[in-house]
């Protein structure tokens, strides 16, 4: 599928949500591990456009995202320290 398509149906869940709110507990993580899967493709972005003046790039894949969206910045610099240490 095509980012636009992707982009577009969770702009349309997180709207549908808002008006309707979500009353259970499984809408609520699912609802989280999305934002946490946004964030995480958002440092690795961010960390790849001022990464890429050092040489340094990290994979923007489904693993990457979810390890710097649950992580945090201790997640992108994990991936970046293997990439530097294990990977040369």
Not at 33 to 60: A, E, M, Q, R, Y
């Amino acid at each position: 599928m095509e980012p636009t398509v992707i982009i577009s149906i969770m702009v349309a869940v997180i709207v549908l949500l808002l008006f309707v709110g979500s009353s259970f507990k499984p809408m609520r993580f699912l609802v989280n591990g999305t934002v946490k899967l946004g964030i995480g493709i958002l440092f690795l972005f961010f960390f790849n456009v001022i990464g890429g003046t050092f040489g340094l790039h990290i994979p923007i894949n489904v693993f990457t995202a979810v390890v710097s969206g649950f992580l945090g910045l201790f997640g992108v610099a994990s991936l970046a320290a293997i990439h530097l240490i294990i990977l040369p």
